[in-house]
């Protein structure tokens, strides 16, 4: 079966650090560009950033920019989005999935969402 289980979410301070990871299975990896989103109370789910199949070329919405960056293993079969200097407006819970298009944070394109992590940014 398709697997992607993102973990790492926490309770984080204002100006704090995480590190996500998605563990894939089930399909072949490095055949995917792999998407992180979020998705806040209330609001739609929106694309934080991608990366392509060889991890070579990536992509960030703007707000994330410098804040975070994805990276991703093609043996170990994960990703990682690294988030530093979090803000309120980060929390939300993240989730991987994976697309056979790159460079895209079109939701309707990803499949096999898991049950994302949650990050709380609070004082």
């Known amino acids: 079966d398709v697997q992607l289980q993102a973990c790492g979410g926490g309770l984080v301070q204002p100006g704090g650090s995480l590190r996500l990871t998605c563990a894939a299975s089930?399909?072949?990896?490095?055949?995917?560009?792999i998407g992180w989103f979020r998705q806040a109370p209330g609001m739609e789910r929106e694309g934080v950033s991608c990366i392509g199949s060889s991890g070579e070329r990536t992509y960030y919405r703007d707000s994330v920019k410098g804040r975070f960056t994805i990276s991703r293993d093609n043996v170990k079969n994960t990703a990682n989005l690294q988030l530093n200097s979090l803000k309120a407006e980060d929390t939300a819970v993240y989730y991987c999935?994976?697309?056979?298009?790159?460079?895209?944070?079109?939701?309707?394109?990803?499949?096999?969402w898991g049950q994302g992590t949650l990050v709380t940014v609070s004082s």
């Open positions: 089930g399909f072949i990896f490095d055949d995917y560009a």
């Open positions: 999935a994976k697309s056979l298009y790159f460079p895209n944070m079109h939701v309707y394109t990803y499949d096999y």
